[in-house]
Nanobody, 126 residues
Framework: QVQLVESGGGLVQVGGSLRLSCVIS????????EAWFRQAPGKEREAVAG????????RYADAVKGRFTISRDVAKNTVYLQMNNLKPEDTAVYYC???????????????????WGQGTQVTVSS
């Protein structure tokens, strides 16, 4: 059984930084892609960043380009989201996700991810 557990959320002021972590355990079922999504109150879940580690393909949503970075530590089975220069509109519940055999254009496609974490709240105060 694949499990994803996020942590690192919290309350931060505008312009501040946070690093989210997602520890992933369990078997894999193909070439792995991992991603971060977010969902604000009253809004649909949206992609933040996605990566197909084999081949080094990474995509970011336009809203976070230049501010957020997705990375991973293979030895720790952990995926990270470094978030800098945070804005009030970044306030949301952040979810990590894992999918398999995604092509580069699919890395930000919610429907292509099979396993999801429970989410961690990020609140940016102005």
């Amino acid at each position: 059984q694949v499990q994803l557990v996020e942590s690192g959320g919290g309350l931060v002021q505008v312009g501040g930084s946070l690093r989210l972590s997602c520890v992933i355990s369990g078997p894999t079922f193909g070439t792995v892609s991992e991603a971060w999504f977010r969902q604000a109150p009253g809004k649909e879940r949206e992609a933040v960043a996605g990566a197909r580690w084999s081949g080094g393909n990474i995509r970011y949503a336009d809203a976070v380009k230049g501010r957020f970075t997705i990375s991973r530590d293979v030895a720790k089975n952990t995926v990270y989201l470094q978030m800098n220069n945070l804005k009030p509109e970044d306030t949301a519940v952040y979810y990590c996700a894992r999918g398999y055999n995604l092509r580069q254009p699919e890395l930000l496609d919610t429907g292509r991810y099979r396993h999801w974490g429970q989410g961690t709240q990020v609140t940016v105060s102005s």
